[in-house]
């Protein structure tokens, strides 16, 4: 099992930044990748940005150059910087975690981040 839980969120005005945190614990040994998603009313939960084990981020094409995922493994933290936010970007964000061994899917909470036009 791998727990989750994010911190960050808000209201920031187009133009803003956040700063996403989501601390993990757990069968952290067997993860093979922390990513964030996203789900804003009314549409699916999407892939944000990603980052493996060894450190290899992956974005979204409508958040690349704007978003920086990162991790640090001695302190069990996976962050997502946003920046140049849009309203588009209006969304409930969860912390995942992947075990590809397992076929398992871990989430946090979720924290809200609403851009303001």
């Known amino acids: 099992q791998v727990q989750l839980v994010e911190s960050g969120g808000g209201l920031v005005q187009t133009g803003g930044s956040l700063r996403l945190s989501c601390t993990y614990s757990g069968s952290i040994a067997t993860i093979t990748a922390l990513g964030w998603f996203r789900q804003a009313p009314g549409k699916q939960r999407e892939l944000v940005a990603s980052?493996?084990?060894?450190?290899?981020?992956t974005y979204t094409d409508s958040v690349k150059g704007r978003f920086a995922i990162s991790r640090d493994n001695a302190k069990k933290t996976v962050d997502l910087q946003m920046m140049n936010l849009k309203p588009e970007d209006t969304a409930i964000y969860y912390c995942n975690a992947y075990r590809m061994r397992a076929s398992a899917n871990y989430w946090g909470q979720g924290t809200q981040v609403t851009v303001s036009s």
């Open positions: 980052i493996s084990g060894t450190g290899t981020p």
